[in-house]
């Protein structure tokens, strides 16, 4: 069964830096990571989740997209490791205002471009919080 786990999570100063990481894991023989869109969200207590950031495809395997939402865009940086099975978010000044629980989402998506992971579609970590001081 696949599984998403995120990791990096912690207490940072307000414009300091975190990376998170999200491992995808329980692929069968005939699954690929490529083959899977990649989102990262956040959700604060009393709000709706909100997604941040994506890296999919726009139908070309070696062009990946990607999507930042506006209040993150020029300091956070997503990438995608296809042998580690793994992606990433690269958080840089960092503000009180990104305090939130991270979550990792992942979208078996083969054969179509995409450029976010679908909700109801897609396999969902346990989430990483992450506390900004100010």
């Known amino acids: 069964q696949v599984q998403v786990v995120e990791s990096g999570g912690g207490l940072v100063q307000a414009g300091g830096s975190l990376r998170l990481s999200c491992t995808v894991s329980?692929?069968?023989?005939?699954?690929?990571?490529?083959?899977?869109?990649m989102g990262w969200f956040r959700q604060t207590p009393g709000k709706e989740r909100e997604r941040i950031s994506c890296?999919?495809?726009?139908?070309?395997?070696?062009?990946?997209?990607?999507f930042y939402t506006a209040s993150v865009k020029g300091r956070f940086t997503i990438s995608r490791d296809n042998l580690k099975n793994t992606v990433y978010l690269q958080m840089t000044d960092l503000k009180v205002e990104d305090t939130a629980v991270y979550y990792c989402?992942?979208?078996?998506?083969?054969?179509?471009?995409?450029?976010?992971?679908?909700?109801?579609?897609?396999?969902w970590g346990q989430g990483t919080q992450v506390t900004v001081s100010s």
């Open positions: 329980g692929l069968t023989l005939d699954e690929h990571f490529d083959d899977y869109v």
């Open positions: 890296i999919g495809w726009s139908g070309q395997r070696s062009s990946p997209v990607q």
């Open positions: 989402a992942a979208d078996r998506v083969p054969s179509s471009p995409r450029t976010c992971p679908r909700d109801d579609d897609s396999r």
